[in-house]
């Protein structure tokens, strides 16, 4: 299957490689989540990040449990990752992982987000979880359909949520059972 | 609002010293009902830094319900979410000890909150309801929530998943 758009764009690289992410990673992964905190609604943070700041966003991922993060890499330098986090921390939100998908910008449109869908639920599978969730600001139609192709279904919208570059965003939540 | 035969209620601020009733009622709904995705009772001095959250000016306040016996529930509104784009949002929350459900009091508690609330920098307010529970879900429709979405088996506890109803109300 080829996430490519219509029109055409350039094609997943050959190279590419699924992996857990590392520490090393850490500045390339947030010179990519600073993009769309500077330029995007996507995210709801408002300032960028250094490398240090995010450590401890860092630390809740581990290689194995239900919380984790993957990098695709290609020619040595990661182009976009993808983690499953805690929804909430209520004891009985355990049951529940929310999703985050990102691609270095220029790498978007090259199937990388499908791969590391791919290989996160892969590995999720083991884990005892029984829902992903994902938010996405509105509108994100390449968002909104990668979570549809890989089965997640609407739950709703909440309203004017989040308030980013002077103005009010909607957020869809998506849901899937693992 | 109180019954004939019930004394009256006020409404304040909550204070420091009222977190042991406060934990006391919240910890009825941890132990026996899905309504709080909480799982084990909390002591009133683990409950500090969620009390700590709430302010008496801002947007996130805390008021109790009180008679001449005691607090008798509770409502707030705190951070929805982490991200900053969220602070105009805020989540409400609202408890009632058991003995004084039914008497008017969740909505004398709401009106006040949404009064308090009036004069800060919100745009909406959010709450997530376990389904199935009536009573919430009325009180929230009567205060103008609407249903936003429907989160399916989103948490585990007593060995079943339970549905989390997200309703919404404008704030501005």
Redesign the interface.
């Known amino acids: 299957m080829s996430t490519e758009r219509a029109g055409g764009s350039a094609r997943t690289p050959t190279d590419l490689t699924i992996r857990p992410a590392t520490i090393d990673d850490l500045p390339r992964l947030t010179e990519i989540y600073n993009h769309y905190i500077v330029n995007t609604?996507t995210?709801?943070?408002?300032?960028p990040f250094t490398a240090d700041q995010r450590r401890e966003w860092f630390s809740h991922y581990a290689a194995t449990g239900p919380h984790r993060m993957l990098v695709a890499e290609s020619a040595g330098v990661v182009l976009g990752y993808t983690t499953t986090s805690k929804?909430?921390p209520?004891?009985?939100?355990?049951?529940?992982v929310e999703m985050t998908i990102l691609s270095a910008p220029e790498a978007i449109g090259r199937g990388i987000g499908h791969r590391l869908y791919e290989a996160i639920f892969d590995e999720l599978r083991k884990e005892d979880v029984?829902?992903a969730?994902a938010a996405i600001t509105l509108p994100n139609e390449a968002s909104c359909a990668i979570h549809e192709r890989f089965g997640f279904t609407?739950?709703?919208?909440?309203?004017?949520?989040?308030?980013?570059f002077d103005q009010?965003?909607d957020v869809v939540?998506y849901?899937k059972?693992l | 609002m109180s019954g004939p035969n019930e004394p009256a209620v006020e409404i304040r601020p909550a204070r420091a010293d009222d977190l042991a009733r406060l934990t006391e009622i919240y910890n009825f709904y941890i132990i026996n009902t899905?309504i709080?995705?909480?799982?084990?009772p909390i002591t009133a001095e683990d409950r500090r830094p969620w009390f700590a959250q709430f302010a008496e000016t801002g947007p996130h306040r805390l008021l109790v319900a009180e008679d001449t016996g005691g607090v008798l529930g509770y409502a707030g509104s705190h951070q929805?979410?982490v991200?900053?784009?969220?602070?105009?949002?805020v989540e409400t929350t609202i408890y009632l000890a058991q003995e004084a459900t039914s008497r008017g009091i969740g909505s004398a508690l709401y009106t006040a909150l949404f009064d308090a609330l009036r004069s800060e920098d919100l745009?909406?307010a959010?709450a997530g309801i376990t389904l199935p529970n009536a009573a919430s879900v009325a009180l929230h429709q009567r205060f103008g929530f609407v249903?936003?979405?429907?989160?399916?088996?989103?948490?585990?506890?007593f060995d079943q998943?339970?549905d989390v109803g997200?309703c919404?109300r404008?704030m501005a």
């Not at chain 1, 209520?90 to 529940?96: F, G, L």
């Not at chain 2, 709080?36 to 084990?40: G, L, P």
């Not at chain 2, 249903?147 to 506890?157: D, E, P, S, V």
């Open positions: 609604p995210t709801f943070d408002l300032d929804f909430h209520r004891a009985a939100y355990d049951t529940t029984h829902m969730m609407r739950v709703g919208v909440l309203r004017e949520v989040g308030r980013k009010y965003w939540w849901e059972k | 899905p709080t995705f909480d799982i084990d929805f979410r991200k900053k784009a969220y602070d105009t949002s745009h909406m959010v249903q936003a979405g429907l989160m399916h088996a989103i948490g585990r506890k998943y339970w997200w919404e404008p």
